[in-house]
């Protein structure tokens, strides 16, 4: 049978594992992976102003903004097309946590895609602007997060505007991973395998040179 180094290097560190799926949620996604209630508030945002609700939307205007996929939906401060505020300008803060308790926090990255009516100011992490943006709601704009991540549970801010009329938020995640702690070796077990690894190849080139 044909030695595997990596079988013994997994075996070593008791760890195949290289990634794990970090657990967030899309707008208007229930917990358990299905869509919520139109009309109801979505389970997972909320918004920094606590006098203020989140709705997921019952009547987007999918006609000129761009379509969820089958786990997201539009969500605003009202039950039906976001417009409760359309007598002028307002601007959003909706946030959703997530937690990284057990991650190598270096190692975890977040791609996403979001758009909205009208515009998206920000995302921030953890209150630290990404400097991401979002310029409108006909087609999606992509985002990656690959740092500012505290242990436990985190926050992604996510600020957005409208200029009057249906105003929506709609962001869907389509990656969000990193590596549990329990995966990254310690430098000194690094270290001790190197060596064993040596005494390893060391003692097989003996015994190739004396057959």
């Known amino acids: 049978m044909k ?8 075996a070593a ?8 799926q970090v657990t967030i949620f899309n707008t208007g996604e229930n917990p358990d ?6 009309g109801g508030l979505d389970p997972n945002y909320t918004d920094a102003n606590p006098a203020n609700s989140v709705f997921v939307l019952t009547n987007p205007d999918l006609t000129d903004w761009v379509n969820p996929d089958t786990t997201a939906q539009y969500i605003g401060p009202d039950p039906l097309d ?3 505020f359309d007598s002028g300008m307002y601007n959003l803060d909706y946030l959703v946590n997530f937690d990284l308790t057990g991650f190598d926090l270096s ?33 999606f704009t992509p985002f990656t997060i690959s740092s500012g991540f505290v242990s436990g549970v985190n926050t992604l801010d996510f600020n957005w505007e409208n200029d009057g009329g249906p105003g929506g938020l709609l962001v869907e995640f389509t990656s969000a991973t990193g590596t549990p702690e329990s995966s990254t ?17 060391f003692g097989r080139r003996r015994r190739l040179a004396r057959a």
Request: glycine share 14%; aromatic share 8%; hydrophobic share 45%.
């Open 82 to 84: 976001g417009s409760v």
């Open 185 to 201: 070796p310690e430098p000194a077990t690094i270290t001790l395998l190197a060596a064993g690894l040596a005494a390893v190849v």
């Open 13 to 20: 560190m008791a760890t195949c594992s290289f990634g794990a």
């Open 107 to 139: 190692t975890v990255v977040i791609d996403g895609q979001w758009a909205t009516d009208n515009l998206g100011d920000n995302i921030s992490i953890n209150g630290a602007p990404t400097g991401d943006t979002s310029p409108g709601f006909s087609s």
């Open 3 to 10: 030695f595997s180094w990596g079988v013994f290097l997994c």
């Open 33 to 38: 992976g299905s869509l919520a209630t139109p």
